[in-house]
């Protein structure tokens, strides 16, 4: 059990800085002067809040089922049959397919560094978004089977 106390209030430390580093990149954001630094604070801004919101879903789950071997059960208990969810998450495959499609296309069309690493940026959040649908769709596969 301790060791999950540990985990929780590593969490919950973590928690903290990702809210301060909301705090500080949204006052460094309205310092900068140019746009595009503007957008690559407010990414990161985006990205923490993001990061915040995720541990704090991750403490909730912990609270109602502690150890890690039972999460994915739990989740889908409160959600619906896995071989739908399954086929929703085939749904959001395409459709980041999609997406990264279009910024391969878009990165091909400038030579602008900034507007470049933006882009750049962009496609491999979906990258992500891709491995994360991946992950989603194994468990919905070992649920079914």
Same mark, same amino acid.
């Given at each position: 059990?301790?060791?999950?106390?540990?985990?929780?209030?590593?969490i919950?430390?973590?928690?903290?800085?990702?809210?301060?580093?909301?705090?500080?990149?949204?006052? /460094?954001?309205?310092?900068?002067? /140019?746009?595009?630094? @503007?957008?690559?604070?407010?990414?990161?801004?985006?990205?923490?809040?993001?990061?915040?919101?995720?541990?704090?879903?991750?403490?909730? /789950?912990? @609270?109602?089922?502690?150890?890690?071997?039972?999460?994915?059960?739990?989740?889908?208990?409160?959600?619906?049959?896995?071989?739908?969810? =399954?086929?929703?998450?085939? @749904?959001? =495959?395409?459709?980041?397919?999609?997406?990264?499609?279009?910024?391969?296309?878009?990165?091909?069309k /400038? @030579?602008?560094?900034?507007?470049?690493?933006?882009?750049?940026?962009?496609?491999?959040?979906?990258?992500?978004?891709?491995?994360?649908?991946?992950?989603?769709? =194994?468990?919905?596969d070992?649920?079914?089977?």
């Open positions: 059990m301790e060791l999950h106390e540990d985990l929780v209030r590593l919950e430390e973590q928690i903290g800085i990702e809210k301060e580093s909301v705090a500080m990149f949204a006052e /460094t954001e309205q310092r900068v002067g /140019t746009g595009i630094a @503007k957008l690559l604070l407010r990414e990161m801004r985006m990205d923490s809040q993001e990061h915040a919101s995720i541990l704090e879903e991750v403490l909730e /789950t912990l @609270k109602v089922h502690p150890s890690p071997n039972s999460s994915w059960q739990h989740g889908f208990d409160r959600f619906i049959d896995p071989l739908v969810v =399954k086929r929703e998450i085939e @749904k959001h =495959k395409d459709l980041t397919k999609s997406m990264q499609a279009h910024l391969a296309r878009e990165m091909s /400038t @030579k602008d560094e900034t507007i470049l690493a933006l882009l750049t940026h962009l496609a491999q959040d979906e990258r992500r978004h891709n491995e994360i649908l991946d992950t989603i769709a =194994k468990n919905c070992r649920m079914i089977r």
